[in-house]
């Protein structure tokens, strides 16, 4: 399980979060919500020590990862960034990339590495990319090989920076389902998303980081109810209870009056 306490974050000695503490716990979804700059990707790439921290502790399993190699970290967080270079490889190749972490240099892939490729293709539904080049995919067809990549990594947590960032609604829809169904499986998956009502349909929990600080971490019910989302978003939000429970959405004025 990772797990940080008061951790302290930023840039070139300025931080942009301060005392957070959060633990990401295995079988649930849990999705990070924040305004434009405060902090949301720059918090997970210091969990996974992609840029130094500030202060506090960011600790893998009991373990403080200032003592764990990139490769020992590797092999108990996987990430998928919000963007990243497209390299001209198939997508099969690419998600063998997820084994990286298990192997000795040379890389060498071993028939274990290839099962497990596959098995995360298989997952994802995405067998039928395994022989195309990634520049020839669409969107939602690369964002399904990198989550492929990152299930290959075979880690108890996964970190997402916004995943659904430039797909059509469907894809983001089937992109927190998979989410769910990770989660459901035992892991521990982290999200950054800005669609605020897909983070309270998707979420086991979330967490509003505004103002340098973690200012809720609760329940998608309790979320809403506090009032907090209105208060650092400056929106309106509704919901109605369906059979597949609360759908939520943006509850614009009308005629310039209160709904």
């Known amino acids: 399980m990772v797990e940080i306490r008061d951790l302290s974050v930023g840039y070139g000695g300025s931080p942009v979060l301060e005392q957070v503490s959060i633990r990401f716990e295995p079988g649930q979804v849990l999705i990070l919500v924040g305004p434009n700059g405060c902090g949301k990707s720059t918090l997970l ?3 996974l020590g992609l840029q130094p921290q500030f202060e506090g502790q960011v600790l893998f399993d009991g373990i403080e990862a200032a003592s764990l190699t990139p490769r020992q970290i590797a092999q108990k967080a996987a990430f998928l ?13 690419m998600v063998l990339h997820g084994r990286f972490p298990y192997l000795d240099y040379p890389r060498r ?8 490729a596959a098995k995360a293709m298989e997952w994802v539904g995405a067998q039928e990319l395994e022989e195309r080049h990634l520049p020839q995919l669409s969107g939602g067809e690369r964002q399904k090989v990198y989550l492929a990549m990152a299930l290959a990594q ?12 430039y797909l059509d609604v469907r894809h983001q829809l089937e992109v927190m389902e998979m989410a769910q169904k990770l989660a459901a499986e035992g892991k521990a998956v982290v999200a950054v998303l800005h669609d605020l009502c897909l983070a309270l ?3 086991h929990r979330i967490g509003v980081l505004a103002q340098g600080r973690l200012q809720a971490l609760d329940t998608p019910d309790a979320v809403f109810r506090s ?12 919901r109605t209870q369906t059979e597949q429970g609360w759908q939520y959405y943006y509850d614009y004025p009308q005629n310039g009056g209160a709904t």
């Open 45 to 47: 790439r210091t969990i």
């Open 81 to 93: 960034p919000q963007s990243r270079n497209v390299p001209n490889i198939t997508a099969g190749r």
């Open 109 to 116: 892939y071993r028939k274990c590495d290839r099962e497990i």
């Open 154 to 165: 075979d880690t108890e947590t996964i970190f997402m920076d916004e995943p659904t960032t």
């Open 201 to 203: 349909r998707s979420a």
């Open 227 to 238: 009032g907090i989302l209105g208060r650092v978003f400056g929106v309106s939000l509704g």
